[in-house]
């Protein structure tokens, strides 16, 4: 293909990461952002080892005005944005009852307002092409299912689906397509930190938590960082071009819609 240029939030490990070394892979230049900038640095240094440009960028997700300057260095240095994945995202483990307000506005800062801003500052840089672009944002089988434990993080998701439905509309006038990734039990450091919180609530050891929530996996088995980028790869690739406004379920048979 023509060389094109992907942005990948939250890209310093994890499913992140999985997916900015499979754009790669297929091709793509990427810029690699993260909040963490050295390791952020050390992703970039591996995809220019595959032939392929890379450069990593500091951006906090939750700040309109560092999400505006990541889009805005990207095209600098490669000349277009043709894929956005709005991967960066916190969880949280708490009965609602506990939720504070802070723990509220910083939940719903990174995983709603980071996809927003992003979003605003992929599209008007993706309406100034001819091409257009992607923008696929990261959801959950939280986005389907309110999940006990997971309320806030499950509201979050929520909006993310519905922020996805509403943007593919808006914005498919400017050859833009909005789509979003659903992913189950990954196995990242979020999912240890899930884990361990819900063994703490429920009284249980580190591990069990997530061998009982991995009981409900059709497939029989966790999911890996891959297999998320093996999806996103499709939604970045000129192969979905008819399909927009979806928040598709990646996740071994837990859910089914």
């Not at 990948?8 to 499979?22: N, P, Y």
């Not at 257009?132 to 389907?144: E, L, Y």
């Not at 009981?215 to 979905?240: C, K, M, W």
């Amino acid at each position: 293909m023509e060389k094109q240029t992907a942005i990948v939030t939250g890209s310093a490990q994890g499913i992140g990461k999985a997916i900015a070394m499979r754009l790669a892979k297929d091709g793509f230049n990427v810029v690699i952002s993260d909040v963490n900038l050295e390791s952020a640095k050390k992703v970039a240094e591996e995809i220019r080892a595959l032939g392929v440009g890379s450069a990593a960028v500091k951006a906090d997700v939750s700040s309109r005005e560092e999400v505006g300057k990541l889009v805005e260095e990207t095209v600098k240095s490669f000349g277009t944005l043709d894929v956005y994945v709005s991967n960066a995202g916190i969880a949280q483990v708490k009965p609602l009852l506990e939720v504070t307000e802070e723990e509220m506005q910083r939940i719903f800062k990174i995983n709603v307002f980071g996809t927003i801003f992003g979003l605003q500052a992929a599209a008007e840089q993706m309406k100034l092409q001819p091409q257009g672009g992607k923008i696929i944002n990261a959801a959950s089988i939280a986005a389907h299912k309110g999940m006990s434990m997971l309320g806030m993080y499950s509201a979050t998701k929520f909006a993310v689906r519905a922020i996805t439905q509403a943007a593919a509309q808006e914005l498919a006038q400017f050859k833009i397509t909005v789509n979003a990734y659903c992913p189950g039990i990954v196995m990242t450091p979020m999912w240890d930190l899930i884990d361990e919180k819900m063994a703490e609530y429920m009284g249980l050891k580190r591990g069990e938590a997530l061998a009982k929530y991995s009981e409900g996996i059709i497939l029989g088995r966790t999911e890996q960082p891959e297999d998320v980028a093996n999806f996103v790869s499709y939604l970045a690739s000129q192969d979905s071009n008819y399909m927009t406004g979806q928040s598709v379920l990646i996740d071994g048979g837990i859910l089914f819609s």
